[in-house]
Structures are given as structure tokens and as C-alpha cells.
């Protein structure tokens, strides 16, 4: 059974870049697409971006200029690189399996808030 | 605000029905399917109904979903103290090439 697992500093300084990473256990991260979700605190959820095989990503238009998303197959974990975040980018972030246009796999989340 | 449209709460009593609606447009629900999440507080989504009105294994028979061209629902029967949750419904959307989000819907079992 599929499990994901983010992982990253829970605290990031305004302007700084928020870095997490998802370890995929239990199968390959291969021929699959995985996506980067967040959840501002109250609110509703956000799709970040996704990627397939390390080649092929898409972005949030919203967030484009700022995300990175990639792929280690040798870790079986994908990164996400947010830069120049603010306050507004406070969220639980959760990385997700994608199949078939929906989410049938998700890791807990974790925590980032963005703070001095 | 959320691309998909959804009531902010719901209430019904235990063993009775009650529906979540969702609203979208063209792009989104009008030509793609529809997935609906159960959160609970604190933890992280999971799938109850996929490709409009499928459920994962293990997601109770009490959960149906359907669409009618722009608009869906998620209907629970025998509401059950336990089904207290957020529901959320999603949705492909070609303008976006990803998915996009109801607000969630809060449910209440009385």
C-alpha cells in the first residue's frame, strides 16, 4: 500500500524559499502523476502543481512564476520549491497521488507557517 | 473564492439524507469529472466518490455521487454521528490544466 510522508522546516522567513519533500513508500514513484496541495489555516484547498516522470510539470498560473516541482526516482521522493513566500503562503502543504483526475493518495501534511 | 461552489454548511439529523451541492462551469465540471474529499479536522483529505460517482474500496454504499452538466452532488444516507466532516468537491479544469476546489462544505449531524 502506497504511503506518502512530507517532510521540511515547519517555520520559513518572508521573502525565503519554502523547500519540503514527499518520500513515497510502499511503490514506485514512477508512471504516476504526484501533486503538490496546500491548505491556508480555515480555509479550502489549493492545487501547487504536478509532475510526471520528472519531465512533464504544470503549475498553478497563480503560483507559477515562484513554484519547482521535481522528482528524485532514485529517493522515490518529489520536492517542492516555493520562493519569495509571505505570509499568505502559511499553509499545511500535502503532496498527492494523482489517478485518473482525482487524489486517491495523500500524505498527512505538514505544517509551514511564515513568520520572522 | 473557490472556482466550484458550495453550500458553506449543512445539518441533518442522525439515519436521514442529506445532499452537498457543486457548482461549476464548463471548463470544469461541465467536462470533466467530479471527485469528492472527506476531511476531518487535522488530517488530510481522502477520496469518497471519484469519476463523478465511484467509490474507492472501503467508502461505505452510504455515499453517492452524481452530475448534470455543470452542477454536482454528494448525497449521504443513515447519517451517522461519524460522517461529521468537510466535504469537498473537485474537479479537472482545462483552462487551469489541474484541478480546482469547492470551499468545502461542513457538515453537522444533529
Known amino acids: 500500500q502506497v504511503q506518502l510522508q512530507e517532510s521540511g522546516p515547519g517555520l520559513v522567513k518572508p521573502s525565503e524559499t519554502l523547500s519540503l519533500i514527499c518520500t513515497v513508500s510502499g511503490g514506485s514513484i514512477s508512471s504516476y502523476y504526484w501533486s503538490w496541495i496546500r491548505q491556508p489555516p480555515g480555509k479550502g484547498l489549493e492545487w501547487i502543481g504536478d509532475?510526471?516522470?520528472?519531465?512533464?510539470?504544470n503549475y498553478n498560473p497563480s503560483l507559477k512564476s515562484r513554484v519547482t516541482i521535481s522528482i528524485d526516482a532514485s529517493r522515490n521522493q518529489l520536492s517542492l520549491k516555493l520562493t519569495s513566500v509571505t505570509a499568505a503562503d502559511t499553509a499545511v502543504y500535502y503532496c498527492?497521488?494523482?489517478?485518473?483526475?482525482?487524489?486517491?493518495?495523500w500524505g498527512q501534511g505538514t505544517t509551514v507557517t511564515v513568520s520572522s | 473564492q473557490s472556482v466550484l461552489t458550495q453550500p458553506p454548511s449543512v445539518s441533518e439529523a442522525p439515519r436521514q439524507r442529506v445532499t452537498i451541492s457543486c457548482s461549476g462551469s464548463?471548463?470544469?465540471?461541465?467536462?470533466?469529472?467530479v471527485n469528492w474529499y472527506q476531511q476531518f479536522p487535522r488530517k488530510a483529505p481522502k477520496l469518497l466518490i471519484y469519476y463523478d460517482n465511484l467509490r474507492p474500496s472501503g467508502v461505505s454504499e452510504r455515499f453517492s455521487g452524481s452530475k448534470s452538466g455543470t452542477s454536482a452532488s454528494l448525497a449521504i444516507s443513515g447519517l451517522q454521528s461519524e460522517d461529521e466532516a468537510d466535504y469537498y468537491c473537485?474537479?479537472?479544469?482545462?483552462?487551469?490544466?489541474?484541478?480546482?476546489f469547492g470551499g468545502g462544505t461542513k457538515l453537522t449531524v444533529l
Open positions: 464548463r471548463s470544469n465540471v461541465g467536462n470533466n469529472v
Open positions: 509532475i510526471y516522470n520528472n519531465r512533464n510539470t
Open positions: 498527492a497521488r494523482q489517478e485518473m483526475q482525482s487524489m486517491d493518495v
Open positions: 473537485a474537479a479537472w479544469d482545462d483552462s487551469l490544466n489541474g484541478p480546482v
